[in-house]
């Protein structure tokens, strides 16, 4: 097939960890005869100091017209880049709401996987980490207590501060359908998190989302409150095949879930629109503690890729060789620097590069 990837490198680490991910993705277009045509754009600080914004009208549009997107990470040191302190529209971080805005990408898709191999770096109890897991939430991400309403004002002399939580009905089921369709390619389990017990919103969340279910008879829906959910991540993690659940909820439960992991460097995401355009980007951010060095991990921006072959190409096939290349690495004991324990063979942003081309081979 023929696609039109948009490359985002960004700041920071993100040019060496795109850099790698492109090679994979030369690869797989050799391997199955398919032909990617790449167009780089500038976001985020390497844009203000080039275009004096974080993205350019053109840079957008470009995004637009291709088929997906992978960004590397936007960002410079928090409190003291030169990037810091200016106006908010002006940061680079504004970049990367703008695309979200423009494309209205509402479904944000984070997996949460413990590798076996990588069971030890997971800071929950051996039992725990012994028997894995396996998850992906979805967040919707242009919805909510973010994007609603808010103001302060002075109420009787006392400073006081609104935020607003609104939800319609279309945006729970639109975002709902998104986790089921994942689940039906999974364990078939969605568990849906809200906070019923106290707020409209979530109660209006809950029956969108029965009636969404009922269009998936294979798929079962266990409803749960979020701060329940919050220690069950904790305890028993291995329950969760598709966690659905709204802006703010999924903003800190995508957090907890990729700490338990213990490994930040090795998490992907993707953020769908009802088109197939999406943006795929690691987990982590844009590291300027170790940019320019070569030791970065890529394995999560690799798995964006991987990621955008599945959901915005088709390409499940080209997904799972690239899944099992990441498995293969890490059985044979390669390991960049945030990963490596005593024994393992530690490599450089570059060599993780090549080793995943080696075993796609
Ligand atoms: P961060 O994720 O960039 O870094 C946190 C820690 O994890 C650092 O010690 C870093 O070295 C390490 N780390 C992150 N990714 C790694 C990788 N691939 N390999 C090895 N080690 C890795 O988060 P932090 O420090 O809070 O933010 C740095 C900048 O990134 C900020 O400007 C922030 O706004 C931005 N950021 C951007 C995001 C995005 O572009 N979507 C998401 C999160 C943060
Ligand atoms: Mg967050």
């Given at each position: 097939m023929k696609a039109k990837i948009t490359l985002i490198p960004g700041d920071g680490i993100g040019p060496e960890i795109v850099r790698e991910a492109k090679r994979v993705l030369e690869s797989i277009a050799k391997k199955y005869d398919h032909e990617f045509i790449f167009t780089d754009i500038d976001m985020g600080g390497c844009s203000i100091d080039k275009y004096g914004v974080p993205l350019t009208d053109e840079a957008i549009e470009i995004a637009k017209n291709s088929d997906a997107i992978l960004l590397g990470a936007v960002g410079g040191?928090?409190?003291?880049?030169?990037?810091?302190?200016?106006a908010p529209n002006l940061r680079p971080e504004a970049g990367l709401l703008k695309i979200r805005k423009e494309l209205g990408l509402f479904a944000n898709l984070r997996p949460a996987l413990l590798y076996k191999e990588l069971?030890?770096?997971?800071?929950?109890k051996t039992e725990i980490s012994e028997a894995g897991f396996d998850m992906v939430i979805v967040r919707e991400l242009t919805g909510g207590l973010y994007f609603g309403e808010r103001y302060t004002k002075e109420v009787d002399g006392i400073k006081t501060a609104v935020d607003t939580l609104v939800y319609n009905e279309n945006e729970i089921r639109r975002v709902a359908k998104v986790a089921f369709d994942i689940a039906t390619k999974r364990r078939k389990k969605v568990i849906s998190v809200d906070k019923a017990n106290v707020l409209d919103s979530s109660r209006l969340w809950r029956s969108v989302v029965e009636e969404v279910a009922k269009d998936y008879p294979d798929v079962t829906l266990e409803h749960m409150l979020v701060d329940n959910a919050a220690m069950q991540l904790v305890?028993?993690?291995?329950?969760?095949?598709v966690m659905l659940t709204e802006n703010m909820f999924g903003d800190i439960l995508s957090d907890e879930a990729s700490m338990i992991t213990?490994?930040?460097?090795?998490l992907p995401s993707a953020s769908l629109n009802e088109s197939k355009l999406g943006l795929y980007e690691p987990?982590?951010?844009?590291?300027p503690d170790i940019?320019?060095?070569?030791?970065?991990?890529?394995l999560a921006t690799i798995l964006s890729a991987s990621m955008l072959l599945k959901y915005s190409l088709g390409l499940d096939k080209e997904t799972s060789d690239i899944e099992n290349a990441v498995e293969k690495v890490l059985k044979n004991n390669f390991r960049t620097a945030d990963i490596y324990t005593q024994g393992m063979q530690k490599l450089s942003t570059s060599q993780m590069g090549d080793k995943v081309l080696e075993y796609l081979k």
């Amino acid at each position: 097939m023929k696609a039109k990837i948009t490359l985002i490198p960004g700041d920071g680490i993100g040019p060496e960890i795109v850099r790698e991910a492109k090679r994979v993705l030369e690869s797989i277009a050799k391997k199955y005869d398919h032909e990617f045509i790449f167009t780089d754009i500038d976001m985020g600080g390497c844009s203000i100091d080039k275009y004096g914004v974080p993205l350019t009208d053109e840079a957008i549009e470009i995004a637009k017209n291709s088929d997906a997107i992978l960004l590397g990470a936007v960002g410079g040191n928090v409190g003291n880049s030169k990037w810091y302190n200016v106006a908010p529209n002006l940061r680079p971080e504004a970049g990367l709401l703008k695309i979200r805005k423009e494309l209205g990408l509402f479904a944000n898709l984070r997996p949460a996987l413990l590798y076996k191999e990588l069971a030890g770096a997971c800071p929950l109890k051996t039992e725990i980490s012994e028997a894995g897991f396996d998850m992906v939430i979805v967040r919707e991400l242009t919805g909510g207590l973010y994007f609603g309403e808010r103001y302060t004002k002075e109420v009787d002399g006392i400073k006081t501060a609104v935020d607003t939580l609104v939800y319609n009905e279309n945006e729970i089921r639109r975002v709902a359908k998104v986790a089921f369709d994942i689940a039906t390619k999974r364990r078939k389990k969605v568990i849906s998190v809200d906070k019923a017990n106290v707020l409209d919103s979530s109660r209006l969340w809950r029956s969108v989302v029965e009636e969404v279910a009922k269009d998936y008879p294979d798929v079962t829906l266990e409803h749960m409150l979020v701060d329940n959910a919050a220690m069950q991540l904790v305890m028993n993690p291995g329950q969760f095949d598709v966690m659905l659940t709204e802006n703010m909820f999924g903003d800190i439960l995508s957090d907890e879930a990729s700490m338990i992991t213990g490994s930040i460097g090795m998490l992907p995401s993707a953020s769908l629109n009802e088109s197939k355009l999406g943006l795929y980007e690691p987990s982590h951010g844009s590291a300027p503690d170790i940019a320019g060095k070569n030791i970065a991990n890529p394995l999560a921006t690799i798995l964006s890729a991987s990621m955008l072959l599945k959901y915005s190409l088709g390409l499940d096939k080209e997904t799972s060789d690239i899944e099992n290349a990441v498995e293969k690495v890490l059985k044979n004991n390669f390991r960049t620097a945030d990963i490596y324990t005593q024994g393992m063979q530690k490599l450089s942003t570059s060599q993780m590069g090549d080793k995943v081309l080696e075993y796609l081979k």
